[in-house]
Structures are given as C-alpha cells and as structure tokens.
C-alpha cells in the first residue's frame, strides 16, 4: 500500500462526513493512486463518510487521500461537512442578518404565482442576507434570504442557517495603521502572506487562477476596494439545475481589481489548495478567507452587504 496512513486507529470514534464538489463526480480507486482500478463513482454533492486520512506517494502537489468504504478518493474536490441545526430567531435585524449554512446543502424555493418552485442549492460554509422569518412550503418557520446578485427572495429552512453575531465581523490589528498592512500573493509558489510591517502575521497555501489567457489571476501591486460578505458569482440565471454555473453565497470576499472582479475569497467547492483551480479568484478556505476579511481595510461592519473603499495593499508576483 502507497503511503501512511492518519489516525486510523480512531476513525470509528470521530466519523467525518465529505461532500463531493466537482460537478463532473469523483472516482473512488482500490488503491491511493490515479492509476489503480477505479472501484465506483460518487456524484456530485453526494456524501462520503470517510474513515481515516491516507498520506500517498502521489500526486505530489496534494498527496491527501481519503479510506472511504470500497477504497481510496482523492481529497481535492471533496469538502468536510456536518449536520448542525440552530435555533430559529423570531427577530431580524431591519436591512438583513448575515448567515452561513451549516448542513451539507439545502434546496431553496421561491414563491410564484403556481406556487413554491424549487430554486438554487446553498452549500455548506456558503453565506445569505436573511431578511425575515415566514411560513415556508411545509408550513414550517423558514428564512427568507436576499440573493446578493439579483435580489431574488428565496426560502431556506430556518434550522438550516446559523446567525453571524456582530462580534465575528470584529477587525483584527485595528491598532496597526493601515498603510502598514500588506498581502503578498505568489502565484508559482500558491501561497498568500499577511505582513504588519516586516512583520509575518499570517501564510497559507491558495487556488489562484488557472494558468491560461482566460483564467489567469492578474500580477501587479492592487488594493482592497470592495468587501462583500456574501456574493454570487456565476450566470446570474435563476435555475434549479445543480450542474449551472451559479455559485451562491461565496464567503468573505475581498475585490482588490475590479475590471475582471477578482478577489479572495472562501471555497465550499474543493480544498484542492497548493494548485490552480479558479477563474481568476484567490480561492482560499472559509475560516481563513474570513481572517483576512476582518484583518484589512476598509473595516467592514455587519451590516454592509459591501463595503468599498481603498484599502490594504495586495502585491500577486508570478514568483
């Protein structure tokens, strides 16, 4: 068997649950490698328990696989997932609270004239300006939430979504003077580093742009102009086809060239992160795209759906 394996001796104690983000499925291989037998399939947004992490001999940029029943699936385009419930808030604020979804994905529905039609899904990790508490299609307490794009009113069970207090859109550093404050963005290397002064606060591996004439990300010396907490990026069509091109509610985005609309941002699709995958966007994970929300200017509050402004430094080097 390639590799070593992670905690195997305690995957019954602590069961994971991943969700499939790639449009397209995954495959599940008899061994950790491309090249063994492909065993089955899983489809996208299926869920799969896994039970311990496998460290392979291969790929080199993400060796992480996972032991799933029937064999091996590689982690990039899998996300972890759970199944939280939360109470339901009688009273939301006048312009609309910031929630983040905390099951694996939910169906929306939007009122017509025939009645509750299916809408979009809400992933996991993804964030929505819910704006009222009203009966949904089952008679239930349900959500009503804005779509940041077209304003389209949906419907989204209220256990389903969990509150954002104030106290999580908090600045970090606010003492340090803002022009002292900078991002550096290597696309070779995929990582992204926060400095206060010379002063290293903050590194992680990301996805930038894949490298080609579309997609690429831009290099250059930029700065934060637009924060928005919730954005949906895509077609803009209303649809209920899973497979469209509509990612609703990406988290924590911070838009530093606006032409194209490229930004950082949290990913509930893939962690595949070390390797290019986006159309142009630094795509980062969710609690750390939110870290670097809070930590640059212009300070946004938990109220603005967007925040402009011209804020922190962000140089992307092709090095």
Known sequence: MLGRTLDSKNYKLNP?????????????????????????????????????????????YNPLWYRVWGGYVHSANLTEVKYIYNPIEKEIKKDGQLAELTVPYTQTYMYRYSGWEEMYRFHYGSTHWVTD???????????????ELGKTQLAVPAQHLRMIPDDEFAPI???????????????????????????????????????NNIYKTPSGVFHIQSKMPSKHMG?????????????????????????DGVATHGTYWHTNFGSPMSHGCINMRIDEAKWIYRWTTPV????????????????VTNG
């Open 173 to 211: 550093s606010e003492d340090v003077p803002w022009d002292e404050k900078r991002i550096e963005i290597s696309l070779y290397f995929q990582t992204l580093k926060a400095y206060e002064g010379e002063n290293l606060v903050f590194s992680t591996k990301i996805s930038s742009g894949i490298p």
């Open 133 to 147: 508490v009203i009966e949904g299609p089952n008679k239930q307490a349900w959500y009503k939430v804005v779509d």
């Open 300 to 315: 946004a509050s938990a109220e603005d759906w967007e925040k402009r402004g011209y804020g922190t430094r962000i140089i």
């Open 16 to 60: 994971r649950y991943m969700m499939v983000g790639k449009k397209e499925g995954v495959s599940i291989h008899k061994s950790p490698s491309d090249d063994s037998v492909i065993m089955y399939q899983r489809n996208y947004n299926d869920i799969v328990n896994v039970y311990y992490d496998h460290i392979s001999d291969q790929p080199d």
């Open 235 to 259: 077609d803009g069509v209303l649809t209920n086809d899973i497979y469209a091109y509509e990612l609703l509610g990406v988290p924590w985005n911070c838009f530093f060239e606006m032409n």
